[in-house]
């Protein structure tokens, strides 16, 4: 057989992702810090890319009827939207300071609503070239990880049901600088419209996350979690505890008295207290990271219904100068120094261009979510309903990896507190008739409702929750039943039943 070389033409179809299309996915999926970083180093890179300046007034701007410039005069995008005498010897004076028991006042925190989103200002589109740039998150700098990012990984791998880990991510984003919560729990259970119940099994889950000591909601929690992780947490010890205020006093006969040991075995005492951390989250303050700041508001309007709005804080504010790039384009020179100058106006014009889109679409996804999860907004966690990507996205006409990309990172902030987008997806459990499809944080409800409603001669085993669910129309395997309750920290039937009659 004779091989022969020869030439074909043969028409094909490939997917060809342009510099354009790149830079804008990339922006897409930018948190607000990292996208206010990219920003940054363009206006530092791009000769005609400018911050847009608030105190500039209309005066100020260029005229789009002036001669000089060669489209627009500014192609703008703005994108508003803390008892002897040895025994007292062993303590030293500054107890005071190092256990401030007076530290102990929840503050309140309000939240800067942003301003309103003008889209009426649309930046020329073109072609551009960003291979120079070539920007990427791991050129941001390295920080060490916020008490916020520590906990949150934590949570992300714990054996939590969808409820509790939305419930325990918005203990982890009430903990402040110093590692304590010192918000009413009660107030927050009813604003995500659970059981107190459940937020103290959720923050139960936080205390023992590391460092031990966190998410405490007190001076005297705090050191009560550490020494119970040191089998330190005796009726003396604990007694110590619970009057810390005659330890600042340096009232040592008086807990003496109350703790019923001698002279020497407390100061042992108090020098095991010395060596506990107060303030446990201090270990990771002065770092980089940034607090979590929500890309949306939602507030209920006054018809009833629900307003979604960009948080304009979060949008950076830049402009395209039209007139320094016609200044200096007829200034130019040479064939290289025109296309260096033409590929910067078009880089300036299509980040101004993505940026606008951007924004856009996040709204749009968002305010498909509010459609979507409006029964969580009125009712809390309970109320949300099975909900995937593809349903989003078939909503609003995008793909589903764009959806997926705007709700990663992404934060919203709802009258029931701050959530990451992709908290309002949940898996569907069909129904046992054919009807509408059940939302698994509504069937774990029901599972912890009927387990609470037992008796001592009436324990519910998996299989008789499973008829029980069945004969109300859910339609759930026994294997799923027990992955919910033992998610939900709740014993088997037998170890319930063993429970009772002990307590009985």
């Avoid at 070389?5 to 354009?20: A, D, I, N």
């Avoid at 912890?448 to 395997?477: F, Q």
Wanted: charged share 25%; net charge negative; hydrophobic share 40%.
């Amino acid at each position: 057989m004779a091989f022969s070389q020869r030439m074909e033409v043969k028409q094909g179809q490939s997917l060809v992702m342009t510099p354009q299309l790149q830079q804008a996915i990339k922006l897409l999926q930018l948190s607000n810090v990292e996208l206010s970083a990219f920003v940054e180093d363009e206006l530092i890179r791009n000769p005609l890319l400018e911050r847009d300046r608030s105190d500039q007034t209309p005066a100020d701007k260029p005229s789009s009827d002036d001669p000089s410039t060669a489209n627009e005069a500014l192609s703008e995008v703005s994108l508003e939207s803390n008892s002897t005498k040895n025994a007292t010897d062993a303590i030293d004076a500054d107890f005071e300071s190092t256990y401030d028991t007076s530290r102990q006042d929840a503050g309140e925190t309000s939240r800067d609503t942003g301003g309103a989103v003008d889209w009426s200002k649309a930046g020329t589109g073109g072609r551009s070239s960003f291979e120079s740039s070539d920007y990427g998150i791991d050129q941001l700098e390295a920080a060490k990880p916020s008490l916020t990012d520590h906990l949150s990984e934590q949570l992300s791998i714990a054996n939590l049901g969808s409820t509790s880990k939305v419930i325990a991510s918005h203990l982890i984003s009430l903990v402040e600088e110093d590692g304590y919560i010192r918000a009413d729990l009660c107030e927050e259970a009813e604003r995500l419209g659970v059981s107190d119940d459940q937020v103290e099994s959720a923050l139960s889950v936080l205390q023992g996350f590391d460092p031990i000591g966190i998410c405490a909601r007190d001076l005297k929690e705090c050191l009560a979690l550490q020494l119970l992780d040191l089998d330190r947490y005796d009726p003396a010890m604990q007694t110590m505890v619970e009057n810390l205020e005659l330890l600042a006093k340096h009232d040592m006969a008086g807990l003496l008295s109350l703790c019923g040991v001698d002279a020497e075995d407390l100061a042992d005492m108090v020098a095991e207290l010395r060596q506990l951390d107060p303030k446990p989250g201090d270990a990771f303050t002065g770092t980089t990271a940034a607090l979590v700041v929500p890309d949306v508001f939602i507030r209920q309007s006054p018809d009833g219904g629900w307003a979604v709005e960009l948080n304009s804080d979060t949008l950076p504010k830049v402009l395209v100068n039209s007139r320094y790039y016609a200044k200096i384009n007829k200034s130019a020179n040479s064939d290289e120094d025109k296309l260096f100058i033409s590929d910067c106006h078009q880089s300036a014009s299509w980040l101004v261009k993505s940026l606008d889109q951007r924004a856009r679409t996040i709204l749009k996804v968002a305010s498909e979510l509010v459609k979507q999860q409006d029964g969580f907004l009125a009712k809390g966690v309970s109320a949300l309903r099975p909900l995937n990507l593809k349903t989003v996205a078939d909503a609003i006409e995008m793909h589903e990896s764009t959806v997926s990309r705007v709700t990663s990172n992404k934060y919203v902030s709802t009258p029931r507190g701050l959530f990451e987008l992709k908290y309002f997806f949940t898996v569907a459990i069909p129904s046992a008739n054919g009807g509408e499809q059940h939302s698994a944080e509504a069937v774990r409800h029901q599972i912890k409702g009927l387990i609470g409603e037992e008796t001592a001669n009436a324990i519910l085993s998996d299989d008789r929750i499973v008829e029980i669910l069945r004969e109300a129309g859910v339609e759930i395997a026994r294997r799923t039943v027990a992955k919910y309750r033992e998610a939900m920290h709740i014993p088997s039937s037998v170890q319930r039943r063993r429970a009772l009659r002990n307590s009985a």
